[in-house]
């Protein structure tokens, strides 16, 4: 008889897990974004929704501020399975601190689009260098993690360079890189962390970006200032983390686990 109770407890245990199991997958959706008030409109753009959070590429809908097609434009909590209002304008990668950018391509593809995982890629050119980013999400994550490789395909050495993520919020208040309140552009030598977010009462968006050593808007742009010579490449990893709660204490424990 207890043989018989433990092998119905463990069965009840089992059958008990398998919906938060089936529950926690992620999806790329291609065409206009579920987003509420999100600004990728257009047939090609892709959607990625797990059940903590969702983000949107701008395939054929417009980027701000005259940036190519092929970043962020839409991010948004998902509590208790629906998709919250869209709480950013811009979050992207931007060669030069806003210099001019020379543009004659843009692909986007899927890499990766199953029940674990979603991975897109997005390449692009600046000139005579070629912008490749990837984009990825798992399930159950709080987190995108976007890995950007600049490649000079070009003859000139570029010198004094300051690219990297940003994360321009529609609403909300902003938290700038911590120690760094009065510095609106400039060197992040004094950062205590490498991080900014976006916030209210109810969410928290914020862009990790370890390899921070400028700023500019204020931390809007986390920047890295370098050089690319011909044939090389540089490597910019950052993670975009969103909460439902307003919440810091996710933040700081992913500060630690990236610094790790």
């Not at 399930?139 to 690219?163: C, F, H, P, Q, W």
């Not at 321009?168 to 938290?175: A, R």
Request: aromatic share 6%; hydrophobic share 45%; charged share 25%.
């Amino acid at each position: 008889m207890r043989r018989l109770f433990r092998s119905a407890l463990v069965a009840a245990i089992l059958c008990a897990a398998i919906p938060a199991v089936v529950l926690a997958s992620v999806r790329a959706i291609t065409g206009p974004t579920p987003i509420p008030r999100g600004a990728a409109t257009s047939a090609r753009d892709i959607t990625v929704v797990n059940e903590k959070l969702a983000f949107a590429i701008a395939v054929e809908s417009h980027m701000p501020y005259g940036v190519p097609r092929g970043g962020i434009v839409d991010v948004a909590p998902v509590r208790d399975g629906r998709i919250e209002r869209d709480r950013v304008e811009f979050a992207d990668f931007i060669p030069d601190d806003w210099s001019a950018w020379p543009n004659t391509y843009q692909h986007v593809q899927i890499l990766q689009n199953d029940a674990r995982q979603v991975r897109i890629r997005s390449t692009r050119d600046w000139g005579k260098v070629r912008i490749s980013t990837e984009y990825s999400l798992a399930a159950g994550a709080d987190a995108v993690n976007i890995v950007t490789i600049m490649t000079n395909e070009g003859t000139k050495t570029l010198a004094d360079l300051k690219s990297g993520l940003t994360l321009w919020p529609n609403s909300g208040f902003f938290l700038e890189v911590p120690g760094l309140h009065d510095l609106k552009v400039g060197r992040a030598e004094h950062a205590l962390a490498r991080r900014v977010s976006a916030y209210d009462e109810d969410w928290c968006i914020t862009l990790h970006a370890p390899y921070l050593d400028n700023i500019d808007n204020s931390g809007r742009d986390l920047l890295r200032m370098h050089t690319l010579k011909p044939g090389e490449s540089r490597r910019f990893e950052a993670h975009l983390q969103v909460d439902a709660r307003g919440d810091l204490a996710p933040v700081m424990a992913a500060q630690i686990e990236f610094l790790a």
